[in-house]
């Protein structure tokens, strides 16, 4: 499907959620669309199966309709715990939930994936879901995603991942932030800018911050036996951990 295309119809099912992260951060949105490029190669591999996708923080559903256009033979568990947002993707995404290939789970990560059934999912993605993560429960979430994907299984990851060198990661930042200030004064959306600025606090704080090398040796040392970072654009990156 062509960029076109595939813009339009993301802004077409999405609507003004989609159309308002694009203003905010365009690169998580294109973060969004490569988890569903990298989960669409997997698929083409797997051409034949019916694959069990398990998506982390689905929010309003911008990622999992990406995963959703990847590849007809997906079926998709969609997991969040803010039910605004969820609520929200369940309208959005309302043909795919009458077709039976996308269920939906208003819980905690961690408590979903630990009653699922090890070995028994093909995918695991998510978009900007872990980074938000207290590192001891993001450390615990990586163990059991191991656990439960079938061996060859993808942990797919577009998130943020922060640059080793703090002092370029700073300045990254800081362009990130009078990104946010220029795109959200020019419409008028203040409370927007206040909830972003509040909520990147959260983000850069210590016990948050997915630093780029920590973070793969994480994976490693969990098990995974191939690890790759790609499509790094400042802060964000896509990681693909294969069990």
């Known amino acids: 499907m062509q960029d076109t295309q595939l813009e339009a119809m993301f802004s077409g099912v999405i609507g003004q959620e989609y159309d308002t992260l694009k203003l905010i951060c365009p690169l998580a949105a294109k973060m969004s669309q490569l988890v569903g490029a990298s989960v669409a190669q997997y698929a083409q591999v797997k051409a034949e199966q019916t694959l069990n996708v398990l998506e982390l923080g689905g929010g309003t559903g911008i990622t999992t309709l990406a995963i959703l256009l990847a590849s007809e033979n997906l079926k998709v568990l969609s997991v969040d715990s803010e039910p605004t ?22 819980e905690d990560a961690l408590a979903v994936l630990k009653r699922t059934a090890s070995a028994s999912v093909d995918i695991i993605a998510s978009a900007y879901t872990v980074h ?4 001891s429960y993001r450390a ?6 191991f656990r439960v ?9 577009g998130d943020r991942y922060g640059l080793d060198d703090i002092s370029a990661h700073t300045r990254t930042i800081q362009h990130e932030v009078s990104g946010y200030f220029k795109a959200l004064i020019a419409v008028d ?7 972003w600025i509040v909520h990147l606090f959260s ?20 098990g995974f036996k191939q690890v790759n970072l790609t499509h790094r654009c400042e802060v964000n990156a896509l990681v693909v951990a294969i069990k």
């Open 85 to 106: 947002m969820q609520n929200q993707a369940k309208q959005n995404l309302q043909t795919w939930v009458t077709q039976g290939r996308l269920h939906f789970a208003a």
């Open 149 to 157: 994907l079938k061996p060859g299984g993808q942990f797919i990851n």
């Open 203 to 222: 983000d850069e704080s210590e016990n948050h911050v997915m630093r780029e090398t920590f973070s793969l040796q994480q994976l490693q040392q969990t």
């Open 132 to 135: 938000n993560f207290l590192d």
């Open 140 to 145: 615990q979430v990586i163990q059991e995603i």
């Open 189 to 195: 959306k203040l409370d927007v800018l206040e909830h």
